[in-house]
Protein backbone atom coordinates (compact mmCIF):
# COMPACT_ATOMS: atom_id res chain seq x y z
CA UNK A 1 0.00 0.00 0.00
CA UNK A 2 1.31 3.36 -0.68
CA UNK A 3 -0.76 6.59 0.36
CA UNK A 4 0.81 10.14 -1.30
CA UNK A 5 -0.60 13.29 0.59
CA UNK A 6 -0.21 16.72 -1.50
CA UNK A 7 -1.96 19.42 0.41
CA UNK A 8 -5.50 18.67 -0.19
CA UNK A 9 -4.99 15.70 -2.81
CA UNK A 10 -4.95 12.05 -1.37
CA UNK A 11 -3.95 9.20 -3.79
CA UNK A 12 -3.62 5.20 -2.96
CA UNK A 13 -2.26 2.93 -4.73
CA UNK A 14 -2.94 -0.89 -3.98
CA UNK A 15 -1.93 -3.97 -5.88
CA UNK A 16 -4.68 -5.38 -4.92
CA UNK A 17 -8.12 -4.04 -6.02
CA UNK A 18 -10.35 -5.82 -3.24
CA UNK A 19 -7.95 -3.92 -0.45
CA UNK A 20 -8.10 -0.90 -2.45
CA UNK A 21 -12.10 -0.47 -2.13
CA UNK A 22 -11.97 -1.52 1.39
CA UNK A 23 -9.57 1.16 2.60
CA UNK A 24 -11.34 3.60 0.18
CA UNK A 25 -14.49 2.61 1.67
CA UNK A 26 -13.12 3.26 5.37
CA UNK A 27 -11.52 6.65 4.51
CA UNK A 28 -14.80 7.42 2.61
CA UNK A 29 -17.00 7.06 5.89
CA UNK A 30 -14.82 8.74 8.13
CA UNK A 31 -14.10 11.84 6.03
CA UNK A 32 -15.58 14.54 4.12
CA UNK A 33 -14.15 13.14 0.64
CA UNK A 34 -14.35 12.75 -2.93
CA UNK A 35 -13.21 9.98 -5.12
CA UNK A 36 -12.30 11.66 -8.35
CA UNK A 37 -11.73 8.02 -9.92
CA UNK A 38 -8.45 6.69 -11.14
CA UNK A 39 -5.92 9.26 -11.27
CA UNK A 40 -4.38 11.02 -14.52
CA UNK A 41 -2.17 14.03 -13.76
CA UNK A 42 0.09 14.43 -10.97
CA UNK A 43 2.39 17.36 -10.53
CA UNK A 44 2.37 18.32 -13.81
CA UNK A 45 2.97 14.55 -14.73
CA UNK A 46 0.56 12.41 -17.05
CA UNK A 47 0.07 9.03 -15.46
CA UNK A 48 -0.57 5.96 -17.99
CA UNK A 49 -0.89 2.45 -16.32
CA UNK A 50 -0.87 -0.90 -18.16
CA UNK A 51 -2.72 -2.98 -15.16
CA UNK A 52 -1.80 -6.03 -17.41
CA UNK A 53 1.81 -5.38 -17.19
CA UNK A 54 2.03 -3.72 -13.72
CA UNK A 55 3.76 -0.72 -15.33
CA UNK A 56 3.53 2.90 -14.87
CA UNK A 57 4.52 5.57 -17.38
CA UNK A 58 4.93 9.00 -16.87
CA UNK A 59 5.36 11.54 -19.20
CA UNK A 60 5.17 15.61 -18.95
CA UNK A 61 4.03 15.89 -22.94
CA UNK A 62 0.89 18.13 -21.82
CA UNK A 63 2.72 20.43 -19.78
CA UNK A 64 5.16 20.54 -22.26
CA UNK A 65 2.81 21.26 -24.66
CA UNK A 66 1.07 24.15 -22.65
CA UNK A 67 4.64 26.25 -22.21
CA UNK A 68 5.19 25.72 -25.92
CA UNK A 69 1.80 27.17 -26.72
CA UNK A 70 1.74 29.92 -24.07
CA UNK A 71 5.19 31.71 -25.46
CA UNK A 72 4.52 30.95 -29.00
CA UNK A 73 6.66 28.09 -29.79
CA UNK A 74 4.20 25.46 -30.79
CA UNK A 75 5.37 25.62 -34.51
CA UNK A 76 9.02 25.58 -33.57
CA UNK A 77 11.18 22.83 -34.34
CA UNK A 78 13.95 21.58 -32.50
CA UNK A 79 17.71 21.51 -33.26
Not at 31 to 54: A, P, R, S, W
Not at 55 to 72: E, T
Amino acid sequence: MIIILDVDDLILAFNDLTLLKEKKDNLLKKFKMVNLGEIQYFLKLEINHVLLDLVIYLNQNKYIGSILKQFGMVTNKPI
